[in-house]
């Protein structure tokens, strides 16, 4: 019997050395690794390059840039002293559409923007202001309908309660009329013309 219980005890020293030494390594190899794995996962919003207030009615517009270096426009608009804030977001950077009546469209089209990015412009003008958006349009940089995949996917997080939780009636789209049904398969949207743009209010369903 005194025999068994020195081999089980000896069995037991190994097991824990064995444990005490994986656990050992494990500790280094997260000290190691730590600094890269941060640096890869570290999560930066766009930097504001420039800002301007009017000193007419508070409108404020940002210019912010990417990692890449590119830069977009948006803008925080009040209306009629109300409280309610709305978001003029970009959808491309520089614009492929080339409206003559357009300054974007002059500089060329450099790329889509992402769904994320999208969306940074928002939580940027948020965090900047310490204010709630409650509506949004996508009447910056770009024409959306050429970009309908990362502009859906935004209006999605958008609205989203889990997201930005902005509701439904107070996201539009605006088009320089670049416009098909065949984007929105599977969505809901109702649609309405004005002064040359199709302005497409997502309803009240959410995505």
């Not at 670049?178 to 949207?189: A, C, P, T």
């Given at each position: 019997m005194s025999e068994i219980k020195k081999e089980n005890g000896k069995k037991n020293g190994v097991t824990f050395a064995v444990v005490a030494v994986l656990l050992v390594a494990v500790i280094v190899a997260a000290v190691l690794l730590y600094p890269k794995l941060s640096e890869k996962a570290e999560y930066r919003l766009p930097k504001i390059v420039r800002k301007l207030v009017s000193k007419i009615d508070g409108t404020i517009k940002y210019l912010l840039e990417y990692s890449d270096g590119n830069v977009a426009e948006c803008v925080l608009m009040r209306f009629d002293n109300r409280p309610n804030l709305t978001a003029c977001v970009s959808s491309q950077i520089g614009c492929p559409v080339g409206c003559v009546f357009c300054a974007t469209g002059k500089n060329g089209f450099v790329r889509n923007l992402t769904s994320r990015e999208i969306v940074e412009q928002i939580m940027i003008m948020q965090r900047d202001t310490g204010l709630r958006i409650s509506n949004v349009v996508f009447m910056g940089q770009g024409e959306p309908l050429l970009n309908i995949d990362n502009v859906l996917r935004a209006i999605r997080i958008i609205n989203n309660v889990k997201?930005?939780?902005?509701?439904?009636?107070?996201?539009?789209?605006?088009?320089?009329?670049?416009?098909?049904?065949?984007?929105?398969?599977?969505?809901?949207?109702?649609?309405?013309?004005?002064?040359?743009?199709?302005?497409?209010?997502?309803n009240a369903q959410r995505l």
């Open positions: 997201g930005l939780n902005i509701g439904a009636r107070h996201i539009s789209i605006s088009t320089s009329g670049n416009f098909s049904m065949d984007s929105f398969k599977g969505e809901s949207f109702s649609i309405e013309t004005t002064s040359g743009n199709t302005f497409l209010n997502h």
